[in-house]
């Protein structure tokens, strides 16, 4: 069965070519709170800053582009990784990569129950812009962990 929605496996490398990066510069900016100075500009907000002076929807805001430049390039990256052809794409790799996505979904969603439970305050909005990212974190390391293994246990057929 041809899934129309995977895209050609070129676009797998591009995917780690901004995936690994942009994960070991978002692991830097949590541990560190690093943020460029040459990143910081006047882009579009749709809903106000809180914080800010400005209350306006849909106006401009000063901002610190560092997370917004590293998580879109994470989710990009990761988009491609997950949502690439396999070489041989056929119908064992189609429903490992179903069972991945929902395994992903059920996980992430069972650590967003604990966070619910247990974190409070400020802390709780950290945990929520992490959750984010965890269900394509969590599908591409169990996808690729499977096929790892089912690649290892099942012999050629050549």
Known sequence: MANKLLLPNKYKKIGWCLLIP??????YIIATGFQTDWLHAKTFSIFPDELSTNKKFFSLTDVNLTNTLVGSL???GALL???TKEKNEDEYIANIRFSSLLWAVLVSNILLLIAFIGVYGSAFL???VYNMFTVLL???VRFNILLYK????VPDEK
């Open 138 to 140: 969590i599908f591409i």
């Open 81 to 83: 990784v997950g949502f």
């Open 150 to 153: 089912s690649s290892k246990s």
């Open 22 to 27: 942009s994960f070991a510069l978002g692991i």
């Open 74 to 76: 994470f989710i990009i």
């Open 126 to 128: 950290n945990v929520m």
